[in-house]
Nanobody, 115 residues
Framework: VQLVESGGGLVQPGGSLTLSCAGS????????IAWFRQAPGKGREGVSC????????YYADDVKGRFTISRDNDEATVHLQMTGLKPEDTGLYYC?????????WGPGTQVTVSS
């Protein structure tokens, strides 16, 4: 089982990044896939989720209207398009797959928003 994030980097405030999460070794299309992030000195928080059962998407209040999650089950990949990035979006972004109490985590990809 593997989840691997990619696409992080350094971007100026107001800029954009697209993160990707690629899964393998499990039934990707059955799992809810979520993005979490952890800022320096803070706990891990949920950012966005794409449901497996009905395709619905969910967003934390502070990213609504700026982030868009999408999943491609054929490619076993989830993307997180991030626009209008703010310094407070800085953190290590993790991909999570969850189904009936079984969950997997990726190692994370760093996003730094700074001028």
């Amino acid at each position: 089982v593997q989840l691997v994030e990619s696409g992080g980097g350094l971007v100026q405030p107001g800029g954009s990044l697209t993160l990707s999460c690629a899964g393998s070794g499990f039934l990707f299309d059955k799992y809810n896939i979520a993005w979490f992030r952890q800022a320096p000195g803070k706990g891990r928080e949920g950012v966005s989720c794409a449901s497996a059962s009905d395709g619905r998407t969910y967003y934390a209040d502070d990213v609504k209207g700026r982030f868009t999650i999408s999943r491609d089950n054929d490619e076993a990949t989830v993307h997180l398009q991030m626009t209008g990035l703010k310094p407070e979006d800085t953190g290590l972004y993790y991909c999570n797959a969850l189904l009936l109490g079984v969950e997997y985590w990726g190692p994370g990809t760093q996003v730094t928003v700074s001028s």
